[in-house]
């Protein structure tokens, strides 16, 4: 059974980093085909993919946010951690993990989602 | 970036209606698109996969056509679950992009 949980805080201040660690079981990202993703949610807003990470080390941003994002992964751990420099109130949203098949590139599985509020 | 765009950005409509989403990409994205279903304070959820591919699980009232730029999400027969909000999203190349949304409400 996949199973993705998104862990951060719930609450950060303008021009903070954001980190976020996703930690999934029921796959490994060692094994060939696999990645992670993240994606999130403005309260109200649709969603937008952010970044994703393959079992290979490979790395896709969004195009906006790709100086202030980094992703990784620890493999032995089963998380993926997601940083968000120069964090700004319009950041504020539901942060999602989810699983990828880079075969097709759709999301076969999500977290639950966690969220983040930036205000002073 | 591909930008996909959905219509109607909302549609209202009765059980047992069949229910036609729209979906067009900026670029020709082949069949790399999926369709997915989210209800308020939930993650979304997969319905359609490679266009027309229907995820293991999904009842077969929904289903999904297209290729290049113009792809369609249809309900053939709408049930009360089914109010909720749908989003596609193309794989073709980075970065992944998502459309608006269209929200599918009770008339």
């Known amino acids: 059974q996949v199973t993705l949980r998104e862990s951060g805080p719930a609450l950060v201040k303008p021009t903070q980093t954001l980190t976020l660690t996703c930690t999934f079981s029921g796959f490994s990202l060692s094994t060939s085909g696999m990645c992670v993703s993240w994606i999130r949610q403005p309260p109200g807003k649709a969603l937008e993919w952010l970044a994703r990470i393959d079992w290979d080390d490979d790395k896709y941003y969004r195009t906006s946010l790709k100086t202030r994002l980094t992703i990784s992964k620890d493999t032995s751990k089963n998380q993926v951690v997601l940083t968000m420099t120069k964090m700004d109130p319009v950041d504020t949203a539901t942060y999602y993990c989810a699983r990828i098949i880079s075969s097709s590139g759709h999301i076969d599985y999500w977290g639950q989602g966690t969220l983040v509020t930036v205000s002073s | 970036d591909i930008q996909m765009t959905q219509s109607p950005s909302s549609v209202s409509a009765s059980v047992g209606d069949r229910v036609t989403i729209t979906c067009r990409a900026s670029q020709g994205i082949s069949s790399w698109l999926a369709w997915y279903q989210q209800k308020p304070g939930k993650a979304p959820n997969l319905l359609i996969y490679?266009?027309?591919s229907l995820q293991s699980g999904v009842p077969s009232r929904f289903s999904g056509s297209g290729s290049g730029t113009d792809f369609t999400l249809t309900i053939s027969s709408l049930q009360p679950e089914d109010f909720a909000t749908y989003y596609c999203q193309q794989s073709n190349s980075f970065p992944y992009t998502f459309g608006q949304g269209t929200k599918l409400e009770i008339k």
């Open positions: 490679t266009a027309s």
